[in-house]
């Protein structure tokens, strides 16, 4: 008996760690072979340069794909909860926006929504009210940041699968991309349907990874997910990750040396593991 019991806990453990991404590199392989290239890695800890410059990197890669600008619409997607998707979409979108291209930052998830809380905005209207064609695009504005707004998740719906695999919204985001880029922050793939459905709408997604938690098995569900409903890949971020701070604060102190007058300091972050309580940090430029 206890051999038996020794058996099959070897089994769970073996399991277990056959399902662990070991490193970075080899976290980079099986999204290279599934056609997501990584296009920014963002640091685990610290803010400032390092933090900043992994946003760039990301709108820049984005740029280059021709999937930055008015028109086009990105959904950010993760596996599970609290990969960080909500943190990548809010801090994405004011990248944009700080890059001089207007954006739209949609609150997908209408099942758990993270946006209008961490920005002190009103929930409703919004998404939810829109997709249905009951109201109108009722966008809220960003104080301090005029090219960035935000439409919330609206009220909850009591069936959140229809309204993201609805005309209403296809027809929401076309609207909003008339004149600017489009991020939406969706509900973890594995968990609901809703994800899949708007990664459908969208004109492309990025795939945000934990390097510290997300599991394999994991990663190939989700994507099996979003094939099967015809999303198209444009990358993956690699949340929590070992960044060479050198990089990046090289590359910061060339832009300082550029601009007139001191640099204020970026606040800092930790972020946590849940996408409601990550911290707001706001891209420079």
């Not at 990248?95 to 758990?112: E, I, K, T």
């Not at 229809?162 to 973890?188: K, N, R, Y």
Request: hydrophobic share 45%.
């Amino acid at each position: 008996m206890v051999a038996v019991v020794v058996n099959a806990e070897l089994v769970v453990v073996a399991a277990a760690v056959g399902d662990r991404v070991s490193s970075e590199q080899q976290l980079t392989e099986v999204l290279a072979a599934r056609r997501l290239p990584v296009l920014a890695r963002v640091p685990h800890s610290g803010g400032g340069a390092n933090l900043v410059e992994s946003f760039r990197e990301l709108r820049t890669n984005l740029l280059l794909l021709d999937l930055g600008r008015a028109g086009i619409s990105l959904a950010v997607l993760g596996a599970e909860p609290g990969v960080g998707k909500t943190f990548v979409s809010l801090n994405l979108a004011r990248s944009f926006a700080d890059g001089g291209q207007p954006a739209v930052l949609v609150d997908g998830d209408m099942r758990s929504p993270g946006i209008h809380p961490l920005l002190g905005l009103r929930r409703s209207p919004g998404l939810s009210e829109v997709a249905w064609f009951a109201g109108p695009l009722a966008l809220q504005a960003i104080p301090g940041q005029p090219s960035l707004r935000v439409l919330t998740a609206g009220e909850p719906a009591q069936d959140p699968a229809a309204v993201a695999s609805g005309l209403g919204i296809e027809w929401a985001v076309a609207q909003l991309g008339e004149d600017a880029v489009v991020v939406v922050d969706t509900p973890p793939v594995n968990l609901f349907s809703d994800a899949a459905a708007i990664a459908h709408t969208c004109g492309a997604y990025v795939f945000v990874v934990d390097v510290r938690r997300t599991r394999r098995s994991q990663l190939e569900r989700a994507l099996d997910r979003l094939d099967q409903a015809g999303g198209i890949p444009a990358g993956a971020v690699l949340n929590r990750a070992r960044v060479d701070d050198r990089r990046y604060e090289h590359a910061q102190e060339r832009r300082s040396r550029r601009r007139a007058g001191p640099v204020p300091p970026p606040a800092s972050t930790e972020q946590r593991d849940s996408d409601a309580a990550e911290p707001v940090v706001r891209p420079l430029g």
